[in-house]
Antibody
Framework: QVQLVESGGGLVTPGGSLRLSCAASGFTFSDYFMAWIRQAPGKGLEWVSY????????YYADSVKGRFTLSRDNAKNSVYLQMNSLRADDTAVYYC??????????WGQGTLVTVSS | DVVVTQSPLSLPVTLGQPASISCSSS???????????LSWFQQRPGQSPRRLIY???NRDSGVPDRFSGSGSGTDFTLKISRVEAGDVGVYYCMQGTHWPLLTFGGGTKVEIK
């Protein structure tokens, strides 16, 4: 079955960095756009970034542009989100997701990122 | 930017009774390819979101037929024909028509009266 397993979350001080990873299995990874979506505590869902199959198209929400970098490795069925210059309002559960037909077919279980001093 | 608005914010429902959630978009969600990319997701307490419906009315595998989606253009509805205890959670609509800006609605919390 489809599995998306995130890792790399944790507690970081403002201005710090984290790298999130997502390992995919159970589907043909190289056929899907991949995305990160976040959810601040008690809040709704927000697109963070997505990446095309061949990495030529990468989108970032305005809130993270210039600070976050998304990449993928189709050979390893993995996607990575490098997060720099983290701020308190980046605190959220970050979900890895597969994107197909302009919708999200599958979600990971999420990894919590807490930015606090 | 496309704004997606859901109503109501909170929906108390009696077990066994129907429930209806509305989702409206500030722009038409009909894509140039003729499809309408409006999806519905369910997020049970403490869980990741799960897709229920894609392209307005197509149920995902394993989704009970108590759930149905309808609508066109800018106005869409998710209906639960008979609410069960396991349906408690927050429901989100999402537009996937206007790339690259994909947008979620703010969510509707379904709870049992």
């Amino acid at each position: 079955q489809v599995q998306l397993v995130e890792s790399g979350g944790g507690l970081v001080t403002p201005g710090g960095s984290l790298r999130l990873s997502c390992a995919a299995s159970g589907f043909t990874f190289s056929d899907y756009f991949m995305a990160w979506i976040r959810q601040a505590p008690g809040k709704g869902l927000e697109w963070v970034s997505y990446i095309s199959i061949n990495s030529r198209t990468i989108y970032y929400a305005d809130s993270v542009k210039g600070r976050f970098t998304l990449s993928r490795d189709n050979a390893k069925n993995s996607v990575y989100l490098q997060m720099n210059s983290l701020r308190a309002d980046d605190t959220a559960v970050y979900y890895c997701a597969s994107v197909g037909s302009s919708s999200i077919a599958y979600w990971g279980q999420g990894t919590l990122v807490t930015v606090s001093s | 930017d496309v704004v997606v608005t859901q109503s109501p914010l909170s929906l108390p429902v009696t077990l066994g009774q129907p429930a209806s959630i509305s989702c409206s978009s500030s722009q038409s969600l009909v894509h140039s390819d003729g499809n309408t990319y409006l999806s519905w997701f369910q997020q049970r307490p403490g869980q990741s979101p799960r897709r229920l419906i894609y392209q307005v009315s197509n149920r995902d595998s394993g989704v009970p037929d108590r759930f149905s989606g309808s609508g066109s253009g800018t106005d869409f509805t998710l209906k639960i024909s008979r609410v069960e205890a396991g349906d408690v959670g927050v429901y989100y609509c999402m537009q996937g028509t206007h790339w690259p800006l994909l947008t979620f609605g703010g969510g509707t919390k379904v709870e049992i009266k």
